[in-house]
């Protein structure tokens, strides 16, 4: 039993890109859910499907890969349950020089850093891929 579904999801994800495989299954909850559709949107990976495995909700999460190497060489979560990091849309800084992708949970919904500093919304820094 995990209480970070998101840093839990992440760790998947980052082993199964390390390990070569094609596809990685993880508990998730909404949150997640929506970390996903971004990570799809901005081409992290190929897709995801969300299946229910008992009274669990599961997503089946397809890896995408550029010769042999998956498309991310990291994936870090920035807030923790023990240490919450937030920030207004002002201080939202490019990730690898917008190489990489930040994600923040803001009062209009889960969005990227390029579209929190657009909708001038800041935030929870949940996490960044690059």
């Not at 998730?28 to 901005?42: D, P």
């Not at 969300?50 to 998956?70: E, H, T």
């Not at 930040?102 to 850093?113: A, D, M, N, Y």
């Amino acid at each position: 039993m995990t209480n970070d579904l998101i840093a839990d999801m992440l760790t998947r994800v980052r082993n199964a890109g390390r390990a070569g495989h094609e596809n990685v299954e993880v508990k998730i909850n909404n949150t997640c859910e929506k970390i996903l559709g971004i990570l799809k949107t901005e081409g992290f990976i190929e897709g995801f499907v969300v299946f229910k495995s008992g009274a669990a909700r599961m997503a089946k999460i397809d890896l995408k890969y550029y010769q042999n190497q998956a498309v991310f060489s990291a994936i870090e979560r920035i807030s923790k349950p023990g240490r919450r990091i937030y920030l207004p849309w002002k201080e939202i800084k490019p990730t690898r020089n917008n190489m990489g992708l930040s994600i923040f949970s803001t009062p209009k919904g889960v969005l990227s850093e390029k579209e929190a500093k657009f909708q001038h919304v800041g935030g929870e820094y949940l996490c960044r891929i690059y």
